[in-house]
């Protein structure tokens, strides 16, 4: 090891292309540099796993698949996913870097060129699995190494950054749609998105590095524990650490706690997923005018995510912060449900709803990602990626379940999606005296249907019509005219009542799946009782000062210099 490493403990450029451990903890620069890395990988990582859903009608129309089948497709992968992340756990053995910098490759690949290719609705989701087969793994990976550049204080902070790259990658999914998108061509966003993956790709396999493990195995409350973690991991024995790994930290408030925010968190993968079909179906906005809508969600939520770890790292409490976030995200659902019911709601009324939502979120998610893995180091610092993969497996087994789920409650989106523009276009078509006389006499153009000027109708029917219709010279001019709009009219008839029924159930079913948003996060709540960390700030202070007089202590018995903390 000593001969491929540099003077301050850095991978000589080739050799780190695989050898990716340092083993001196480095720099404010070089470590900003590190976690800046981390973070655009992630939000890379997301843009290409949520692009799906800012152009997910066109996808169902191009396939020709059913809203059901489209949700399967996210089901399977992210079943996928969820073992994915639990093998990932594997990273506090083999480490982290190698597989964030490889896999980046694969998926900005798939985005590029495979997916956008897809010739089938079965092919599509063959590539989409994959791509979620790497994201599962690469949600243990990345949160791994943002903890392990990020001592206890500031770790909100950091964590708020790397929470960045699902909501920054929806952003960019929304935001890059809402601008270049042009139905039906989803293509084309697929494209956009992997030309960036790749550029991402290069910048991260050459310069992502990772801490050694006798460095990222231990506990760093503060920068001022630089020195001494650097001197205990010279005696530190790896695999005593490790051993027994999965059963240190798989308690139940690691499993509990991880599950509350599972379940909160299904309002969000929701959004991701299906935002776009509910904003179509329910309130009539073109796919432009919803990832529009959209952006304001994400860009409330990324800027708060910022300002809220900021806070949660000054005031050294994550609980109080967790708490509120999650009785606003309720208030805010119960909101969300009211407007729903209203098709006429403005643009700017649901705007202002959604960026509540995002905002809420930030103040739940960021200090929660801070405390879980305060929670997990507690246990056992070295099982970080262990504990994450369990977080992993839980949270994508509930999208699984959810989405499985979710085409049993709302079973509208499918006529609408299908053959809504359709039925639109052929009721805009045909003039009103027509569709008014074809829907009072039903029965009869039903059988008059087959036949037209070339296969005229028998006698008897024939008679029927002139009987209803007002005469013969009437009967005939009408059934000139229809036959005039006959394709408007057969496009009624196939898929209009089915249209219809699915607009007018379309809010309630919204709703209801809503409801059950709401229900995960009241139970997400209490659940953030069982993380580790204070409630008062003052107490947290009180912690910090006491844990740097044992640092001063043990660095005094090991004969090491001061505590000053790295720039």
């Not at 969600?297 to 708490?323: H, I, N, Q, Y």
């Not at 905002?359 to 879980?372: D, K, N, Q, R, T």
């Not at 090991?558 to 505590?563: P, R």
Request: net charge neutral; hydrophobic share 50%.
């Amino acid at each position: 090891m000593a001969a491929s490493v540099d003077a301050v403990g850095n991978p000589s450029m080739v050799n780190g292309l695989w050898n990716r451990q340092i083993n001196r903890y480095p720099d404010a620069a070089a470590r900003y540099a590190y976690l800046g890395i981390v973070v655009a990988a992630t939000i890379t990582l997301y843009y290409q796993l949520y692009v799906n859903g800012a152009v997910a009608p066109s996808i169902l129309h191009f396939f020709d698949i059913s809203f059901n089948y489209y949700v399967l497709i996210l089901v399977f992968g992210n079943a996928l996913g969820a073992v994915a992340s639990l093998v990932a756990g594997l990273a506090d053995r083999w480490g982290r870097a190698n597989l964030v910098a490889y896999g980046l490759f694969v998926t900005g690949a798939l985005t590029l060129w495979a997916l956008p290719n897809a010739t089938s609705g079965f092919e599509y989701g063959v590539f989409y699995a994959i791509v979620s087969i790497v994201e599962g793994m690469l949600l243990v990976a990345t949160p791994a190494l943002i903890r392990d550049y990020s001592p206890q204080i500031g770790r909100a902070s950091a964590m708020g950054f790397w929470t960045l790259g699902p909501v920054v990658g929806s952003l960019i999914v929304t935001e890059v749609a809402s601008h270049t998108f042009t139905p039906p061509d989803w293509q084309h966003q697929y494209r956009i998105c992997g030309v960036v993956a790749l550029i991402v790709w290069a910048i991260t396999f050459v310069g992502l590095r990772e801490l050694s493990p006798k460095l990222r195995d231990q506990v760093m409350v503060s920068l001022r524990d630089r020195a001494l973690i650097e001197a205990k991991a010279r005696d530190l024995d790896v695999e005593q650490v490790l051993a027994h790994h999965w059963k240190s930290v798989a308690r139940p408030n690691v499993i509990g706690s991880a599950f509350g925010v599972s379940l909160y968190l299904i309002i969000y993968y929701t959004a991701v997923a299906f935002a776009v079909i509910y904003l179509t179906t329910v309130f009539g906005f073109t796919q432009g005018r919803s990832n529009d809508l959209l952006n304001w969600w994400w860009g409330t939520e990324a800027v708060a995510l910022v300002v809220v770890g900021l806070l949660s790292d000054r005031l050294l409490v994550r609980k109080p912060l967790m708490f509120v976030g999650g009785l606003g995200s309720v208030a805010m659902t119960l909101v969300l449900i009211s407007v729903t019911g209203h098709s006429d709601t403005s643009f700017n009324t649901l705007a202002i709803v959604v960026a509540f939502i995002g905002f809420f979120s930030a103040l739940s998610y960021a200090p929660w990602m801070a405390a879980f893995t305060e929670t997990v180091e507690g246990l056992n610092p070295a099982a970080i990626a262990t504990g994450l993969a369990i977080w992993g497996l839980i949270i994508r087994s509930v999208v699984s379940v959810s989405f499985l789920v979710i085409p049993h409650v709302i079973s509208s989106v499918t006529p609408i999606v299908n053959h809504g523009a359709e039925v639109q276009a052929a009721v805009a078509q045909t003039p009103p005296r027509i569709l008014q006389t074809v829907q009072a006499h039903q029965a009869l153009f039903a059988q008059l249907a087959p036949y037209s000027t070339t296969n005229p109708p028998p006698a008897p029917l024939l008679a029927q019509a002139f009987q209803e219709l007002g005469g013969p010279a009437q009967a005939l001019a009408t059934l000139t005219e229809v036959q005039k709009y006959k394709t408007q009219l057969a496009v009624l008839t196939a898929y209009g009542a089915d249209v219809q029924a699915a607009q007018n159930n379309a809010a309630s079913e919204w709703q209801r799946w809503f409801w059950i948003c709401l229900g995960g996060q009241v139970v997400f709540i209490p659940l953030t009782f069982v993380l580790v960390g204070r409630w008062s700030p003052r107490k947290a202070r009180e912690d910090e000062e006491k844990h740097e007089r044992a640092v001063n202590a043990e660095m005094a018995t090991m004969g090491l210099k001061g505590t000053e903390a790295p720039a």
